[in-house]
């Protein structure tokens, strides 16, 4: 049976009053040191699904989770078919205004960094630097047996090649570049091993869901908050600790937390504003502003 990530979370306390204003946003950004959060909304401008919206993807489907992937060859089979033809799908995807902004406000030396809970490579692709990959890229593989890392391209090569008649198409792209697809013809995908060590099991360099961030790159996020004045959430839930944890511990150090999402966060409690926009509208217009 596999167990369905956490769609949402349980807050008896009623609920925080939201603002379209961005002024208080456009002062903390204006002054510098600002660590940026970013999750999957700033990406559903660019076609990217998230999990957790109004029509996200887990009120839908249960993606892969770690114990189901290293269990069965099925499910890896599973996972990577469908993911075959996802990529295909998150590689073409492009940055959206959001991204774009996040790049500009970078360049214009208002931000310490920027920490990303998603795994599609838009931020760079926007033109950021430096961005830390909280849950990893899909853009690459690592084998669980050698820890050797490879090219996704690399893999979809071999892929098709192994799959030369492999007739799926997809209908509906998930986060993690997950698609629906028939099992039966789930059931006739061939599977390549690492050719690194021959035998080893390839994985996406990214963190399923069930599965640890590993410690160095959480401790270098708090770290970066702690080098920061102020921590900017954009398009992200928060409803997993993953990354929430680093909005609570800004908030501890008593460092604005400015939110910006589309409905209600986990984080809002500790907020000091939040705005309730899209994203490529709101950073295009914050970037206008500071």
Same mark, same amino acid.
């Not at 269990?71 to 469908?82: F, I, L, T, V």
């Not at 004045?229 to 501890?252: K, N």
């Given at each position: 049976?596999?167990?369905?990530?956490?769609?949402?979370?349980?807050?008896?306390?009623?609920?925080?009053?939201?603002?379209?204003?961005?002024?208080?946003?456009?002062?903390?950004?204006?002054?510098?040191?600002?660590?940026?959060?970013?999750?999957? +909304?700033?990406?559903?401008?660019? $076609?990217?699904? =998230?999990?957790?919206?109004?029509? #996200? !993807? %887990?009120? @839908?489907?249960?993606?892969?989770?770690?114990?189901?992937?290293?269990?069965?060859?099925?499910?890896?089979?599973?996972?990577?078919?469908?993911?075959?033809?996802?990529?295909?799908?998150?590689?073409?995807?492009?940055?959206?205004?959001?991204?774009?902004?996040?790049?500009?406000?970078?360049?214009?030396?208002?931000?310490?960094?920027?920490?990303?809970?998603?795994?599609? +490579?838009?931020?760079?692709?926007? $033109?950021?630097? =430096?961005?830390?990959?909280?849950? #990893? !890229? %899909?853009? @690459?593989?690592?084998?669980?047996?050698?820890?050797?890392?490879?090219?996704?391209?690399?893999?979809?090569?071999?892929?098709?090649?192994?799959?030369?008649?492999?007739?799926?198409?997809?209908?509906?792209?998930?986060?993690?570049?997950?698609?629906?697809?028939?099992?039966?013809?789930?059931?006739?995908?061939?599977?390549?091993?690492?050719?690194?060590?021959?035998?080893?099991?390839?994985?996406?360099?990214?963190?399923?869901?069930?599965?640890?961030?590993?410690?160095?790159?959480?401790?270098?996020?708090?770290?970066?908050?702690?080098?920061?004045?102020?921590?900017?959430?954009?398009?992200?839930?928060?409803?997993?600790?993953?990354?929430?944890?680093?909005?609570?511990?800004?908030?501890?150090?008593?460092?604005?937390?400015?939110?910006?999402?589309?409905?209600?966060?986990?984080?809002?409690?500790?907020?000091?504003?939040?705005?309730?926009?899209?994203?490529?509208?709101?950073?295009?217009?914050?970037?206008?502003?500071?």
């Amino acid at each position: 049976m596999r167990t369905r990530p956490t769609l949402t979370w349980t807050d008896s306390s009623a609920e925080l009053p939201r603002t379209t204003s961005l002024a208080e946003v456009v002062d903390v950004v204006g002054r510098g040191r600002v660590a940026v959060l970013s999750g999957a +909304g700033i990406s559903t401008e660019s $076609g990217i699904p =998230d999990y957790r919206g109004d029509g #996200g !993807s %887990l009120r @839908r489907h249960t993606p892969m989770t770690y114990d189901d992937f290293v269990a069965s060859e099925h499910g890896r089979r599973r996972y990577w078919a469908r993911s075959h033809v996802g990529w295909r799908t998150i590689a073409r995807a492009a940055p959206n205004d959001g991204h774009r902004a996040v790049a500009e406000l970078q360049k214009r030396g208002l931000l310490t960094g920027v920490i990303t809970q998603n795994v599609d +490579g838009l931020h760079q692709a926007g $033109g950021a630097t =430096d961005v830390i990959e909280l849950h #990893g !890229s %899909l853009d @690459r593989v690592i084998c669980l047996g050698c820890r050797q890392t490879s090219a996704r391209d690399e893999l979809d090569r071999r892929l098709h090649a192994a799959n030369p008649h492999f007739g799926g198409v997809a209908t509906r792209i998930n986060p993690d570049g997950d698609v629906e697809l028939d099992e039966q013809v789930v059931a006739g995908f061939a599977l390549v091993d690492c050719v690194g060590c021959d035998a080893g099991v390839l994985k996406p360099d990214v963190v399923f869901f069930g599965e640890n961030v590993p410690r160095p790159r959480v401790e270098q996020c708090y770290q970066l908050v702690d080098d920061s004045d102020a921590l900017l959430v954009l398009g992200s839930s928060l409803t997993v600790m993953s990354g929430l944890r680093f909005v609570r511990h800004a908030a501890r150090a008593g460092k604005p937390v400015l939110i910006i999402n589309k409905g209600r966060t986990r984080g809002d409690k500790e907020a000091t504003v939040r705005v309730d926009r899209p994203l490529g509208e709101a950073l295009t217009e914050l970037v206008r502003s500071v």
